[in-house]
């Protein structure tokens, strides 16, 4: 594939939260080779419609790349919960109901897990890059942990302080710092894969 280098890549994602965990993975693994630009503002809500995250991740990414007319990268992630059949999953946003509330989505899912013994869950990322010219990358990253009874830590966002990766001496993520969550997490993982399908893709550095 023939690009101008640096080679330009919007953040599709409209959550302040997300979007700052993206460019401090994608700026470690990408630095001087893709300059990360942010959503514009001007740009209104994109209703996420699909039912499946692969399918919520592309429809972000390709509007973004026909508003801008630059190549996009956008995520969409969920929790699988085992013992609720895989919810809230591709609905993780919006569990606690239409506000989108982080605290509201906490309560209802520790409620509707309440007394039971089996915690497992986890989060699953799928992140794309959608090309001007069509082209796409797609990247899944998973990160297999159980919910906490309770919240603990301060740190992050969204269901962060009630999960426990594996491997992390039984903290959730909102007592990790921002680079111990990025090393275990499902965004984490997706992004890097994403990164060595970019590095492959746009291809060596020309000289200037
Ligand atoms: P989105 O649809 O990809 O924006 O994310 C769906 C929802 O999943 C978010 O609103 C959060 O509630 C939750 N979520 C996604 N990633 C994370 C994470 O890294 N930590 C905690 N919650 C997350």
């Known amino acids: 594939m023939t690009v101008a280098f640096p080679h330009r890549l919007v953040i599709a994602s409209a959550n302040p939260h997300k979007a700052e965990e993206i460019r401090e993975i994608m700026r470690a693994e ?26 919520n991740a592309l429809i972000k990414a390709r509007a ?36 989108q509330d982080a605290s509201l989505n906490l309560a209802k899912l520790l409620l509707e897990m309440s007394g039971s013994q089996n915690r497992r869950a986890r989060f699953r990322t799928v992140a794309v890059v959608s090309f001007e010219s069509g082209a796409e990358l797609l990247a899944v990253g998973t990160v297999e942990g159980s ?3 309770a919240p603990k830590g301060a740190a992050g966002f969204g269901y962060d302080p009630v999960f426990v990766p594996d491997g992390a001496d039984g903290k959730t993520f909102a007592e990790l710092s921002r680079s111990e969550k990025h090393a275990l ?13 970019l590095r492959r ?3 060596p550095r020309e000289a200037d």
């Open 64 to 99: 973004i790349c026909r508003e801008t007319g630059l190549s996009a990268l956008a995520d969409d992630s969920g929790l699988e919960v085992d013992v609720l059949d895989g919810a809230p999953g591709v609905y993780s946003a919006r569990y606690g109901g239409p506000s």
């Open 185 to 197: 997490s499902h965004r984490g993982r997706a992004l890097r894969d994403l990164a060595d399908q």
């Open 30 to 55: 990408l630095d001087g080779f893709v300059e990360l630009i942010d959503r514009p503002e001007s740009i209104p809500d994109i209703e996420e419609t699909g039912t499946t995250l692969e399918e």
């Open 147 to 149: 919910i906490a009874l």
């Open 201 to 203: 893709a746009l291809g």
